[in-house]
């Protein structure tokens, strides 16, 4: 009797089958608008901390970076390039709590990132 080789190929799907849940998702309920929102408030967060510029009122010029200190926690500047603008105490995920000294009187800073544009 004679020999015969079989070899063995495996057959792949080529329409993309094995990426599709099946279900359609849907964008406008409450768990996808929360994990949105979740998402931008991650982006905003990361780009303050990371040192992006920024501008805290549209029609405003001035353009300020917030520059982290030795802890982690939060204890950093924010400057406008030139100068020391404040000093802050604390980053969350939407607000950012500082102060600064005006006239020897100490005055908080509360920034909203919701509210803040960040400039290329």
């Known amino acids: 009797m004679n020999k015969v080789e079989i070899k ?16 359609p998702v849907n964008k406008k309920s409450s768990r996808q608008i929360r994990l949105a929102k979740q998402a931008l408030y991650n982006m905003l967060n ?3 901390v990371c ?5 805290i009122n549209n029609g405003d010029t001035n353009v300020y970076a917030y ?3 030795d802890n982690n926690g939060g204890d950093g500047y924010i400057s406008n390039g ?10 969350g995920r939407t607000k950012v709590l500082g ?12 920034i909203n990132l919701k509210e803040v544009t960040f400039v290329k």
């Open 46 to 48: 990361t780009q303050f």
């Open 82 to 91: 030139l100068t020391h603008v404040c000093n802050i105490n604390y980053v």
């Open 8 to 23: 063995v190929i495996k057959q792949e799907k080529v329409d993309n089958r094995v990426n599709n849940t099946g279900r």
């Open 67 to 69: 520059t982290a200190g």
């Open 51 to 55: 040192g992006q510029k920024f501008k």
């Open 99 to 110: 102060y600064t000294f005006v006239l020897n009187k100490r005055v908080n800073i509360e």
